[in-house]
């Protein structure tokens, strides 16, 4: 029985096992990437990029986590998938074709945050990719796109990636700027607390100006977009408010983003009560103040329970690692309290300019709803247009167009339609998103063969009777 | 579509060489599997079960499960999270192959 198992090893995940190594306890961490970091922080370690000034000071912040990650208190096993966590806080682990199952008595979920579904026409061809995969080859392996390339939509990680190209020498043929009229505007009253963290904004209008500096294209108030091709991406297509027909670029590589959302797989398959972000247009579990869900002994950490970014994420992760150690009273009472109240400060400083960010930043409903010939699910290849007829049938929640359709039944689990989904129901049924409720999720959350599940479920029996604890013995599926 | 960066102060990285179906191919150490693919010019991993359209890796990060291949015999591996060894034989996974 472990004290603690976190989930994921950015930089919420980190801070927790550093935190809860601080009183004493003994935390495991498991992570599918083959070293930590995260997403953010990905590779950071083994970057080819050594030059700090290409991908940013931001980045190798990272440095000072993944240093104290190296305490010898805290079993960190890389390249370690989840397959499976249980109410009772029963975890599969999959590693290589070694599976097992472990048991904790405080479970924390640092699993992140991915890009948010970007479904234009033609976003399944190969060639169109996403910014954060863009970045992710950068970081990882100095991989870049070859000319030309357009990058399309609306976020502070798509003007990163710009900038970060720019500073290794990749060119861009456009920047097509989703970002709708008015934006700005509306973002007006949220300045005030932007302005309480003025070191995030200040980096934003620095990569502004880079971009301006530097002469790239940047096409504004782009009110439609195609991928188009045959077989692979041949061009882009756009059209920009209050102007009519269609402009087109040759492009070989087109990354798209709108912004970041919880990865709520797991919570969502766990049966966690999630409440819906109308700011930040996403579900995301509901946390209490120690960041617990409402499953006993379970909490969540960083961008996976609400999108707050890198630096709060961190913060997140040192007050979920400090209420797992007062659980298990590895820390009094008292001390707990004060330490706990002097992390929410910090954390609402930091994460003062959200509303800020989410309001500039928001996506237009055109591209959270579809036209009707675009693709909702890329893996069985569904339709927005299939989803409003099922929803002229009478379908009122997406698990009945999943069993109608086959959306949201391929192998990334509903992850890229899910939101989409439960979107284009409740719009098109003229009700709310919350009655309109997102998938029912089942593990395997990652693919397992059965042999695989075999083996675990001998090591369960195995665990189930070791002493202290009952868990209830796997089904094979 | 894609290529490597080389810049002055960069590591060049041992070389690992798999093959993709038919084709020898170079990769750099430390690469996953669709990194690989990209940066050797590999335009589709796989084709998928309804339509047969081909796909290509598109999130990098476990999500999408775009980039599923046949990996040393083994189907529907994520190639963005597995990393690429010298000696690999990679496979594209064509409809139904990797079972449905």
Known sequence: ?477 | MFQRLSLPDMPRGSEVSFRFGEQELQAREGDSVAAALLASDVLACRSTPVSGSPRAPYCMMGVCFECLVEVDGVPNVQACQVPVRDGMRIRPQHGTEGGR
């Open chain 1, 1 to 477: 029985m472990h004290d603690v198992v976190i989930l994921g090893s950015g930089p919420a995940g980190m801070s927790a096992a550093i935190t809860a190594a601080e009183y004493g306890l003994a935390p495991l961490v498991v992570d599918e990437q083959p070293a930590p970091g995260g997403q953010v922080y990905r590779a950071i370690q083994g970057t080819p990029l050594r030059n700090r000034t290409l991908l940013g000071e931001a980045y190798w912040q990272g440095e000072a986590l993944v240093d104290r990650l190296r305490d010898t208190r805290i079993d960190y096993r890389p390249a370690t998938r989840v397959w499976q966590l249980t109410r009772q806080r029963e975890i599969g682990l999959l590693r290589g074709e070694r599976a097992e199952l472990v048991q904790a008595h405080q479970v924390i979920l640092a699993t992140g945050a991915m890009e948010r579904p970007f479904p234009i026409p033609g976003w399944t061809l190969p060639g169109v990719m996403t910014a954060g995969s863009g970045q992710i080859l950068l970081k990882s392996s100095g991989v870049v796109p070859q000319a030309p390339l357009v990058i399309a939509g609306t976020g502070p990680l798509l003007l990163l990636l710009a900038v970060q190209y720019l500073r290794v020498g990749v060119p861009i043929a456009a920047l097509l700027d989703t970002t709708p009229p008015g934006r700005y505007r509306q973002g007006l009253p949220h300045l005030p607390g932007a302005l309480r963290n003025p070191r995030t904004l200040a980096k934003g209008l620095r990569w502004l100006r880079e971009l301006r500096h530097a002469g790239v294209r940047h096409i504004k108030q782009v009110s439609s977009l195609r991928a188009e091709g045959d077989e692979r991406l041949e061009r882009v297509a756009w059209q920009c408010h209050g102007q009519d027909g269609w402009k087109t670029l040759e492009a070989s590589t087109l990354l798209l983003h709108q912004g970041v959302i919880p990865h709520t797989q797991i919570t969502q398959a766990l049966g966690c009560e999630h409440e819906w972000d109308a700011r930040q247009l996403a579900w995301r579990p509901r946390l209490d103040e120690w960041l617990r869900t409402d499953i006993e002994g379970i909490a969540v950490a960083g961008d996976g329970g609400g999108i707050v970014g890198a630096q709060a994420a961190e913060l997140q992760g040192r007050l979920a690692g400090l209420g797992a150690a007062h659980a298990l009273g590895a820390i009094p009472a008292g001390q707990a309290a004060k330490e706990a109240h002097r992390q929410r400060s910090r954390l609402a400083r930091e994460t003062a300019i959200r509303p800020f960010l989410d309001t500039l930043y928001r996506p237009a409903p055109q591209w959270r709803l579809p036209a009707d010939d675009t693709l909702v699910c890329r893996c069985e290849e569904v339709t927005a247009g299939e989803i409003r007829r099922m929803a002229e049938l009478g379908c009122r929640g997406p698990n009945q167009t999943k069993a109608f359709t086959r959306c949201g039944m391929g192998p990334c689990q509903g992850r890229l339609c899910g939101l989409t989904v439960s979107e284009l129901l409740a719009d098109a049924n003229g009700q709310s998103i919350e009655e309109t409720g997102y998938y029912h999720l089942r593990p395997p959350f990652t693919p397992i063969t059965l042999g695989q599940l075999a083996a675990a479920s001998q090591a369960s029996k195995a665990l189930s009777a070791g002493p202290g604890a009952s868990p209830p013995s796997p089904e094979p599926h």
